[in-house]
């Protein structure tokens, strides 16, 4: 499977969920433990932290765009056009994205401090100013609108190619190939990540259009305490989207479910997996045993009047 170009995409986009969900959960764990926390204490880490943040939370999305991409072209008719994909563009294209968006949120190294809103209180935020504005609508719209909707547009020019592809013959002069199971599966897993993608990502644009739709400064308390709600709730749901992938993948692909299990198996203590033989081996044997007896006939003596 690594030798697929589609997987390569599947590769980056799940090192960046776990990198995203790492990066977020880490700290707060530790900070809730300890009561230490470097964000306010530590200008660097602060600046770190939301530069990595911010990077990770858009990677994901343009990672399974270019993964949509690879799908429609492997499941293209054409000959030419299914060539392209090619493990070679992958790691350009892969390099070519993560690289563009680290220079775009750059600026975050000058436009990040930590800051007093109230007395004793402390946070690591963007400066307020035009920096600031820019990155929530930038994001809104790199990451809500933008990828989502290029996601549907090949998603359904993948569907299409699948469903043509299990209708028509198998043909040289039409330059029609059957897929091969793993295109198959790749695809498959793909558009239940585009199902899962486009909802998230949507619902987190309208809960943030949703809380644009008055100035800050003529917000009361109450409508400050909601805004701040519900982008605290669209924020968890780039980590819920991140979260599910392996649940995702585990109930779609059976050759998925296959490689957990040997994972498992593999990292498990010796000790535990000869237990376990030793279980299933006792398990087996009674049964058999039992078996044996249901099936033994006894004979009765039948006595004739």
């Known amino acids: 499977m690594r030798k697929n170009s589609g997987s390569i995409y599947f590769i980056a986009f799940n090192i960046a969920n776990i990198l995203v969900l790492w990066i977020c959960l880490v700290p707060f764990v530790y900070r809730y433990m300890t009561g230490i926390d470097f964000t306010i204490s530590n200008l660097i880490y602060c600046r770190l932290r939301i530069y990595l943040l911010d990077v990770l939370i858009v990677l994901p999305s343009y990672y ?18 299914r060539h392209r994909s090619t493990r070679r563009l992958a790691f350009w294209t892969i390099s070519g994205i993560t690289l563009l968006w680290f220079l775009y949120y750059s600026p975050i190294w000058f436009f990040v401090s930590i800051q007093s809103p109230a007395p004793d209180f402390y946070i690591c935020f963007f400066e307020p100013g035009v920096y600031s504005m820019f990155v929530s609508y930038s994001t809104m719209t790199i990451t809500g609108f933008l990828p989502p909707f290029l996601m549907t547009i090949f ?64 917000k009361t308390m109450e409508q400050q305490a909601l805004d701040y709600f519900l982008l605290d709730f669209g924020l968890n749901l780039v980590f819920v989207q991140a979260s599910l992938t392996c649940y995702s993948n585990f109930i779609v692909s059976k050759r998925f479910r296959k490689n957990i299990r040997k994972l498992i198996w593999k990292l498990m203590p010796r000790v535990c997996r000869r237990q376990l033989m030793n279980h299933w081996s006792n398990i087996a044997s009674n049964d058999i045993n039992m078996t044996a007896t249901a099936l033994t006939v006894r004979p009765h003596a039948v006595t004739i009047h």
Request: aromatic share 6%; proline share 2%.
């Open 64 to 81: 399974l765009t270019l993964a949509s991409i690879d799908r429609t072209l492997v499941t293209s008719h054409n000959a030419l056009i």
């Open 155 to 218: 998603g359904i020019m993948t569907m299409r190619n699948f469903r043509r592809s299990r209708v028509q013959p198998i043909t040289n002069e039409n330059n029609i190939i059957a897929l091969s199971s793993k295109d198959r599966q790749l695809a498959i897993m793909l558009l239940f990540e585009i199902i899962i993608s486009v909802v998230l990502s949507s619902f987190g644009s309208i809960l943030f259009v949703y809380t644009q739709r008055i100035p800050n400064e003529r």
